[in-house]
């Protein structure tokens, strides 16, 4: 064991509010590599032509910056603000608008150097960081509310009926 594990490292838990319109959506996960940005880049806009999305990944080693792309100036932007707040080495944050992770979390997920998938909501989203003062880890998000109860069958119609509005059940 190390010195410094026997130790112990003293780390600050913190908490980051994402930053994001209620209409948008987000992705957030954890990879490797320069060309990740480029990658998750060509999957978003492969898995649903048109989509309006930025997207920002973090370098961990070299000259350790924001790398960012997108269709869209104002949300790729926001990815990288929210990112860089952040601030953990091989952190990816996309935001997209009018379009649903559904339609592209699996071709984000096959990305060679995406390693894991923290999240993918339109909720409120706090991402707790560990902060060991030379580098920072994402640990945990908190996706949205608490539940408030459990479903009656008025709801279960509920979500029945907005499934088929919105067009992913027939």
Do not use: W
Request: one cysteine or more; glycine letters at 8%.
């Amino acid at each position: 064991m190390s010195e410094s594990f026997k130790k112990g490292v003293a780390m600050e838990i913190i908490s980051v509010e994402l930053q994001k319109e209620d209409n948008d959506n987000i992705i957030l996960g954890q990879a490797h590599f320069i060309k990740t940005v480029e990658d998750l880049y060509e999957a978003m806009v492969q898995s649903f032509p048109g989509i309006r999305f930025g997207l920002a990944f973090n370098e961990a080693s070299g000259p350790c910056l924001v790398r960012h792309e997108g269709t869209d100036p104002e949300l790729r932007q926001k990815a990288a603000e929210n990112l860089e707040r952040i601030g953990a080495g091989h952190a990816f944050l996309i935001i997209m608008r009018d379009a649903f992770p559904v339609n592209c979390l699996n071709a984000v997920k096959q990305v060679p150097e995406v390693c894991s998938v923290f999240a993918a909501t339109a909720n409120p989203l706090t991402v707790l960081v560990a902060d060991s003062g030379e580098g920072r880890g994402i640990i945990g998000v908190i996706d949205g509310k608490k539940p408030a109860g459990r479903e009656n069958e008025t709801d279960i119609e509920k979500r029945h009926d907005f499934l088929r509005k919105i067009g992913y059940k027939r």
